[in-house]
């Protein structure tokens, strides 16, 4: 049975964390850079994140900062989001190259293509929200009130709002790369997760309900995406065809 690839000898347990410390910290340095970078233009950020809802406001509302101090505080809190959001990939690269090293060639074969995937679907799931789901959930609210009710939003509860569904939609992007790991792994096959197709779309819907806000078109834009996008790790699951470790190894 063949060793994982390590070019260099086994390194003590110091070693060890003393190199996660400093993958670590260049991650965190990674995310204050971008911080810095984005900070200044942190009100124009703002204001793009909110242009969903307010492009759809009746004519004389605005939205409003019922805090002291939320016209600083929001702004601060969506640039620091947005920065690690933007500096994920080199997060990731960070967390790769401590780990690479104790995998096998076989591993990495596929680990890149999955790590790359994983980051380009949770982009997907945010982009998906912003660009299809805000402006079809907000023009359902700002339709749905009573007449006489003049519509202004905290910019702080709509900053909480947008950030849970981003995240929403994003991890839920991630469906096909869990059927596919849970496949090669040998934890499931295509045809038991096809089997269990009724159930997992029931799980769509209520996992919609939960994540969303409490009404059947954002829980159904989550759900149905979902749904899609588990059929989408059936699929290419069929292709990933886990070998006894010990003939890869050989």
């Known amino acids: ?33 971008m911080f810095l970078c984005l900070f200044p233009f ?3 950020i703002y204001t793009f994140v909110s242009e969903p809802l307010r492009t759809l406001l009746p004519e004389g509302s605005t939205m409003i900062a019922t805090g002291v101090a939320s016209p600083f505080l929001t702004p601060f809190k969506l640039t620091m989001v947005a920065a690690v959001f933007l500096a994920i990939p080199y997060v990731l690269y960070q967390i790769w190259s401590f780990i690479a090293p104790g995998m096998y060639r076989h591993e990495k074969r596929l680990a890149i293509p999955l790590l790359v995937s994983s980051v380009l679907l949770f982009y997907a799931g945010a ?15 700002t339709n749905a009130g009573p007449e006489d009710i003049t519509m202004m939003t905290d910019i702080n509860s709509y900053l ?54 409490p009404d059947i078109i954002s829980q159904a834009l989550l759900a149905i995406p979902m749904w899609m996008l588990f059929e989408v790790g059936i699929f290419f699951g069929r292709f990933i065809q886990r070998k006894n470790p010990e003939t890869e190894d050989n």
């Not at 964390?17 to 850079?33: D, H, M, P, S, W």
Request: aromatic share 16%; proline share 8%; net charge neutral.
């Open 1 to 33: 049975m063949s060793e994982p690839e390590a070019t260099d000898q086994p390194l003590p347990l110091i070693a060890h964390l003393t190199e996660l410390r400093n993958k670590l910290l260049r991650a965190l340095l990674a995310v204050l850079i």
């Open 42 to 44: 942190a009100n124009e």
């Open 127 to 141: 982009s998906f929200a912003y660009f299809v789901v805000f402006p079809l959930i907000f023009l359902f609210f």
């Open 160 to 213: 909480d709002f947008v950030l849970k569904l981003f995240f929403a939609f994003g991890l839920a992007f991630e469906i096909p790369i869990a059927a596919v790991l849970m496949i090669w792994a040998g934890i499931t096959t295509p045809q038991d997760l096809a089997k269990k197709r009724p159930y997992i779309i029931v799980g769509c819907f209520i996992f919609g309900m939960l994540l969303t806000p």
